[in-house]
């Protein structure tokens, strides 16, 4: 296992809790591109020159990748799909997409949409309830193969979905709405189904939700995730496809300007942002 941390002047690779700059030619989209990106950055590794730590100021690990998503793909995000849709009678759509063979799949976001590690995500100006939801999130190559993972933050505005599912996009997709880091996870096996996900978001510096999940209650199998998003479709430089969320702060409850959204898997680390 290697972490990606990038920064303004490149990535820093931690392997076996050091760290090392690695070289100008190793590109994000290159990773994403060759055919054995563990075994390469581990021999790059051995000649690179070591660096005290991570880098200060962190950036998304993405270059040139798209930002997919998985929805339904957790028993909770299915209820609560459900519930905000009762007004437009789009309920029963969401059960049916958690017990097809074919998942939800949707757009998230371009590079400059995310946010990076620290920075801020953003609540739409014509949204009344917003939420942040934390996701696994693989690392897919060109060739649609699962290499690692980081966290991703997929931001909605559950007012604008439940008010029609037809307008899914402009609930998920808009400026800022995605975080990803704090690293990438660069490995040949996945964290496992005890792996607990974690989710805090404060408000003056007070904890106002907190709430947990694992990633063995993921419903559908990660591969299968993975092969139904390149089904007709090609990614040049790979992407990144969030897997979906198990964890959702009750209908009361919605973001404001300056809460911090704090999400940790220990394989990966926290991925703190602030919400504006």
């Known amino acids: 296992m290697i972490k990606l941390h990038a920064d303004a002047d490149g990535l820093v690779a931690e392997s076996a809790g050091k760290f090392f700059r690695l070289p100008a030619a190793w590109t994000l989209d290159r990773i994403f591109t060759v055919a054995d990106p563990l075994g390469q950055l581990a021999a790059a590794v051995q000649t690179a020159p070591p660096e005290p730590g991570p880098p200060a100021r962190l950036r998304a690990p993405l270059q040139s990748q798209e930002v997919w998503a998985a929805g339904v793909t957790y028993y909770r ?61 693989l690392a897919l190559d060109c060739r649609g193969r699962i290499f690692g993972y980081t966290l991703g933050n997929d931001m909605s ?20 709405s995605a975080a990803l880091g704090p690293c990438l996870v660069v490995s040949d096996t996945l964290p496992g189904p005890e792996s607990v996900l974690a989710l805090e978001i404060r408000r003056a510096g007070v904890p106002v939700f907190t709430g947990e999940t694992t990633l063995g209650q993921i419903k559908r199998p990660l591969p299968s995730l993975a092969a139904w998003l390149f089904r007709d479709n090609s990614f040049p430089h790979g992407c990144y496809l969030m897997t979906g969320t198990g964890i959702v702060p009750p209908d009361t409850f919605t973001l404001q300007r300056g809460d911090e959204v704090v999400i940790t898997l220990a394989a990966v680390g926290t991925l703190r942002n602030l919400v504006a």
């Open 77 to 137: 995000s299915r209820t609560a799909r459900m519930e905000e849709s009762k007004a437009s009678g789009g309920g029963s759509f969401y059960d049916l997409v958690y017990a097809a063979d074919r998942p939800e799949l949707f757009f998230k976001s371009t590079p400059h949409r995310v946010a990076d590690p620290g920075a801020a995500v953003r609540i739409r100006s014509d949204s009344r309830w917003n939420v942040p939801e934390p996701e696994l999130t």
């Open 157 to 176: 505005s559950r007012d604008i979905e439940g008010e029609n599912p037809l307008y899914l996009p402009q609930a998920k997709v808009y400026d800022q």
